[in-house]
């Protein structure tokens, strides 16, 4: 019995972390040559203020990677 519970735990969590979104961070984004507004709308797609201030900081990095 507890096998079987032990086994179906570990599967159950495989499936779960299998079947989360990536997460992206600004310097990532910019590296892939994904546009700042699109990894923003990919990390935060309910949220509109966090996705103002994610892409705000995504172009700040950009552009220090820019060297400009």
Same mark, same amino acid.
């Given at each position: 019995?507890?096998?079987?519970?032990?086994?179906?735990a570990?599967a159950?969590?495989?499936? !779960? &972390?299998?079947t989360l979104?990536?997460?992206? $961070?600004?310097?990532?984004? !910019?590296?892939? $040559?994904?546009? =700042?507004?699109?990894?923003?709308k990919?990390k935060y797609?309910g949220?509109?203020?966090?996705? *103002? &201030?994610?892409?705000?900081? =995504?172009?700040?990095?950009?552009?220090? *990677?820019? $060297? $400009?």
């Open positions: 019995m507890f096998k079987k519970m032990l086994l179906a570990i159950a969590g495989l499936v !779960s &972390a299998a979104p990536l997460q992206i $961070g600004p310097a990532e984004a !910019s590296l892939r $040559g994904l546009p =700042c507004k699109e990894a923003a990919m797609p949220d509109r203020k966090m996705r *103002h &201030a994610w892409k705000k900081l =995504c172009k700040a990095n950009w552009a220090l *990677h820019q $060297g $400009g």
